[in-house]
């Protein structure tokens, strides 16, 4: 009976296809996980410090719905010096509970019964369900390896029909670690701007870029009022606990999300936000001394995929590899539920993430050196083991 009281379309959605290989990599056995993208470094001292001065101060309270005003300030700031974007603290920008919060505060502000969201594939794997529940319907936009899994403007205009009204992007990507420059940008908004779509830009990795800076579509001419960039402070600052994110937009935008947040989250932690303004204010050399050591982890592990013979494009953002597994004959979730088994690593399969990523793994490399060294070895040793020799492109 209970089961038909949840509604049909929260019933269709599946659970979370990274936290079902997380949780069976968890389960007390010697496994390596390679499933979440959780930075594995804790919250910089200074931070956590300034965090207890103000829980002895009795900082407890509830904030402003919109997040307190040095946060917000601070943020502005942040985002003019790092990546030439300007907000208006007072009404652009919107604290909520995790980049996740100001997601779905975006979907629900803007999509309507019915109207496309246009969304790159391979995209991060809440995409898609929360436009189900938010009555929108999913189009995706495959990319490819061969194209460093880049948004082309031919595949875009390619997919836009009159139901179109938002493009959903994420760069750096989850799970490519690919990255978009501003003359990737360039044809995507003038694309954009001819159909008069709205772009939600999930910028959460802007910070993890390794060969070049960040470029956010909000920077481009004629494309900050017509885009919602969503960040927050969980990966480069080592925060994912504390659940403070961002959204920044055009004033009405953010009035319209900032609507729906005051009705079910009211504000965001007070003490996740006293957290993220002293990031801002003193942690940003810790920020780039833990991408200094993710980058020499993406090289190390990047080259050793290929070492042992799975084809890897080059991440340069983000916390992922992206290996494929197409060569092995086997589909994606097969090859996770063996390795898992036979070589006790958890990785994410790639057909969780959309179409466009099967015949691949997520792997992060967010984790030790020592970790990622053993987990190629472990790899290796299942890709030569009896079990794998039966693999169709093997046999005969």
């Not at 629900?108 to 991060?124: F, K, M, N, T, W």
């Not at 403007?153 to 992007?169: E, F, M």
């Not at 910070?207 to 494309?223: F, K, N, V, W």
Request: net charge neutral.
């Amino acid at each position: 009976m209970s089961h038909e009281w949840i509604t049909p379309r929260i019933r269709e959605i599946p659970p979370s296809g990274i936290r079902s290989f997380f949780d069976r990599g968890n389960d007390g056995r010697n496994t390596i996980s390679l499933g979440l993208g959780e930075p594995d470094f804790i919250t910089p001292e200074r931070v956590r410090a300034a965090c207890i001065r103000a829980l002895n101060e009795g900082k407890t309270m509830y904030t402003p719905n919109a997040g307190l005003m040095e946060l917000r300030e601070e943020i502005a700031s942040y985002l003019n010096n790092s990546f030439q974007i300007n907000y208006e603290p007072s009404s652009e920008i919107l604290v909520t509970v995790g980049s996740s919060e100001a997601l779905d505060l975006a979907l629900r502000a803007v999509v309507a019964l019915d109207d496309e969201v246009i969304i790159p594939s391979p995209g991060y794997v809440a995409y898609s369900p929360l436009i189900h529940m938010n009555g929108g319907k999913v189009v995706e936009v495959e990319t490819s390896a061969e194209q460093r899994f880049k948004l082309t403007s031919q595949a875009l205009r390619d997919r836009i029909t009159p139901r179109s009204k938002v493009l959903l992007v994420n760069y750096p990507s989850n799970p490519t670690g690919a990255i978009m420059s501003y003359e990737d940008w360039q044809p995507i908004a003038e694309i954009v701007k001819a159909n008069n779509l709205i772009v939600i830009s999930d910028e959460v990795y802007a910070e993890l870029t390794y060969s070049r800076q960040h470029t956010s579509i909000a920077s481009l001419p004629g494309m900050k009022e017509r885009t919602i960039v969503i960040s927050g402070f969980s990966k480069a600052f080592a925060m994912t606990g504390w659940r403070i994110g961002y959204a920044c937009g055009n004033q009405e935008l953010i009035a319209g999300m900032l609507k729906i947040h005051q009705y079910t989250a009211m504000c965001a932690p007070i003490i996740g936000q006293i957290a993220a303004i002293e990031s801002l204010r003193h942690g940003l050399e810790e920020k780039d001394r833990m991408k200094e050591t993710f980058n020499q982890r993406r090289q190390m592990f990047v080259q050793g995929l290929r070492d042992i013979g799975l084809p890897c494009h080059e991440p340069q953002g983000a916390l992922y590899a992206f290996p494929s597994i197409a060569h092995t004959g086997l589909r994606s979730e097969q090859f996770a539920l063996r390795l898992l088994e036979k070589a006790g690593v958890a990785a994410v399969p790639g057909h969780v993430f959309g179409s466009g990523g099967e015949g691949f793994i997520r792997c992060s490399y967010a984790t030790s050196l020592s970790k990622l060294t053993e987990a190629l070895e472990r790899i290796e040793r299942f890709l030569t083991s009896t079990t794998v020799k039966t693999f169709p492109w093997q046999a005969g």
